[in-house]
């Protein structure tokens, strides 16, 4: 749409339309038919584009786009704009209504191996070696990409897209409008071993996972089952690539884990908290509500409530700061207390002769 | 098995049964049925529990369990106990005598795709979109999930179980009681590249990996192939979700590889040792029999027998400990460093008074 | 080959023809023919082996091979030799003459699915299991194996070789003779998720992957398609297991990125740099050409062509290693300024005693 769309407009829609949808306020936009979103050097006169930044705001004359998404309180002299008090996220959901994620299957395809006693939903789309286990039960509008496995007695919602190869284990369950990404890996046994003496004892992970709804897990993660129990994916909670999360953890709604991420068994994070890149923690803990815990920290105990914290171990992140800066300057804090030690050795020496 | 006889125990096993199975001793159950295991919050008369801690053991009133699951030493109070030198151990044994691993395929798959010279073993449960490859050659009882691939001339031992979408490439030898789980690589190319004045030349790898019996390999892990010779990951060994290990690395026997490791080519890790979790190793290094690698620790040259090490670059765990206390109070060393300097240049002045 | 050819060399190949494929001159191997290529302690007489270092070098009595490959100035006392300023490259290379890599598959399998409108180049070899989409691209001689998923709009080179269980998202560009070991997404959706006050919204990804010619992405890698635009891997990249790269990031010509990488958002990294295992980077910033960011560091601002950094916020690497060594004896350091403050205190007594 955008393609053809982008000189013409015909076929667009108002700027009010947009407002609408993405919450804000069209201003001299009167007549104008958005057909696109498209970046703010490639933009047409037919298209919308951001403007969110000061960066942007300032060369707005180099932009052929038809309307600007800005923030409240920005000069747009005259140009139709649509003014959000969060531009950002106005611009993620017109582009999410000018670029709908695409659906390349429908209906079930006779390449899928469908298990016994499958409750499939309205509309699927089942792809091409999607391989079903049996007492599977599937929402409606349910898409399967090519080589997804879904095993026994699997629950899915409603609206759920799952990518390429990925495998969901037995009996776990997953919410509606679940996105999860190729590659990953839901219901793994969970990492348990059982020291006998001289090696190990696999003990069996019986447990489940279970996701809410509005989760995204990304590409090549790895969720394990619970020993007993589940491990608990809540509501709302985003994941991003290659991110582990053990036996019996549960992340709290609304929460961020940012790639190559490692969560150990049996902890909990919090509700709208943030663990980013490459971070991890130990068993066992609690990371509180919107807590942050920092690219590759190392989190060794429980995290308050709001708390950032960063290093390994992790600690305070502003003391971290302070600590850092300091460790840069290592090299040079102990020149100055090796020549300290010096003068004051000469000191002593001199204080020794007066005393003498 | 567990849900029908929560309530009657009539198909359940003795308690002398299950002390025979795990290692103990069973105390004032005479009679009893035991016919399944289950968490200590939720287990019923018939029903037997772990209460392996002081604060499970504190609180026996509150659980319904028929029987206990106890280390040597405990007050049950003539309840019901099986009474272990190792209870973690005993309760691993009896959860897997009540869940034993599923096997939701028998026999091979009209919808798996099989090579030429296949010598497949008895009992074997290969699921629909499999692909083995030529000249492979199955043991007994393996199982084999969706989206398996098995590459030429690899040998499975028997009971070998390999979960979804997992690849094991040309020539891999895997022994018995292997457990791949899903999405794992076994025989990738090894990270080789000859530099050539201005790029790289692919260095081929034409060894191959060895996994030996006793083996758990973690979801999504990587193991690449030797260049020449091999990748050996010896008995027992046991690897949690997305660990890498490099070409020609060898692990030893009984070691533990925790989530996110990485070793790098040709490096030896002795037996018994265990990397925590996002620790990682350089190349060509030993790590000794016994040793641990604590969690995110960077180790750049070899660690001896027994050692135990942290940090990056990986220092005696010890020290590290000592080191990062210091570390956090940098600010206030700084601080009294910048201190006594102050005073030392008064004293300087003074001395100087005196001295003139 | 190189099996039955060990011991006969009937069917080898001369020295200089492989001095000439492989850089550099023949010496001493007059009518010699060698038929493969061996570890040093056990090639036989019609085969080469591969001596590049002193200790090699030192027990050349030791090896059996009929010729050796070795740097220039080394003293083969009249053994056939090919002499190379670059040994270890001439290894590669006539290893890969004597081992081409293993091509399984020939033609399109009939348990395949293949997609409308695909333009399929000569002599594919396309697996069972193989699922492609409309609209995809195939340039000559691609090797794609089981349970490889391309999707609509794909572009394939040719002689590109697409290992198991691989998941390449829609409209990805990739070039010739590019190698994607098995496991690795390429095209997932970024991390990009806008706050709307309680959660997030998920900003559509419609961009997409390039990735140019003779590049190599490694076992289990994620590389995230840009939100718009383009992620892009440039000619010549090689990329080890697990690594990640997030959505719009550019990595130059030759880089390496070594296991277990991650890459935020928008980052670009230079040409011929190298990230070493288990290292990241934030996003926005720009690594420069030939900048190297040693193992597990944390880069958390914009890297200097040619710059060597370590640690976590990353330093040059000259200073990290001084600070480093400091850090190890911070007890001792500690120690002494303690020490310095007693023995200050008494001369600061002493000096009022003067004072008074």
Not at 100 to 103: D, L, M, N, W
């Given at each position: 749409m955008s393609g053809n769309g982008r000189e013409r407009g015909g076929e667009g829609v108002s700027l009010e339309f947009l407002a609408g949808l993405a919450g804000g306020q069209a201003r001299d936009g009167e007549g104008l038919r958005v057909s696109g979103l498209r970046p703010f050097d490639e933009a047409g006169p037919f298209e919308i584009t951001a403007a969110v930044n000061a960066s942007y705001l300032s060369r707005l004359d180099e932009t052929r786009a038809g309307a600007l998404i800005v923030p409240v309180g920005a000069d747009t002299r005259g140009r139709p704009a649509l003014v959000s008090p969060n531009p950002y996220l106005a611009f993620a959901k017109i582009t999410a209504h000018f670029h709908?994620?695409?659906?390349p299957y429908s209906g079930i395809s006779h390449a899928a191996v469908i298990g016994k006693e499958f409750a499939c939903g309205a509309d699927p789309g089942i792809a091409p070696a999607v391989v079903i286990g049996n007492k599977v039960t599937v929402g409606d509008r349910c898409l399967l990409y090519p080589g997804v496995v879904v095993g026994d007695g699997v629950v899915l919602g409603d609206d759920v897209r799952i990518y390429p190869n990925v495998s969901v284990l037995e009996r776990s369950k997953i919410g509606n409008r679940v996105i999860i990404h190729a590659g990953a890996v839901i219901g793994s046994d969970g990492f348990g071993q059982a020291p006998d003496g001289t090696g190990y004892f696999k003990i069996p992970h019986t447990g489940t996972v279970q996701i809410d709804d509005d989760v995204e897990i990304g590409a090549n993660n790895t969720i394990d089952r619970g020993t007993f129990g589940r491990t608990w994916i809540q509501r709302g909670v985003k994941t991003d690539n290659l991110v582990h999360v053990a036996h019996n953890v549960t992340v709290g709604e609304d929460t961020l884990l940012v790639a190559q991420t490692g969560i150990s068994g049996s902890a909990t994070i919090g509700r709208h908290a943030v663990m980013a890149g490459q971070s991890g923690c130990v068993g066992h803990i609690t990371i509180g509500d919107n807590a942050v815990v920092i690219a590759q920290a190392g989190v060794g105990q429980s995290v308050p409530p709001g708390e950032v914290v960063s290093g390994t171990p992790a600690m305070p992140h502003r003391q971290w700061l302070k600590v850092q800066s300091i460790v840069a300057r290592l090299p040079e804090l102990r020149k100055k207390l090796l020549d300290l030690e010096r003068r004051l050795k000469r000191l002593e020496g001199k204080g020794d002769g007066h005393g003498s």
């Open positions: 709908p994620p695409p659906r």
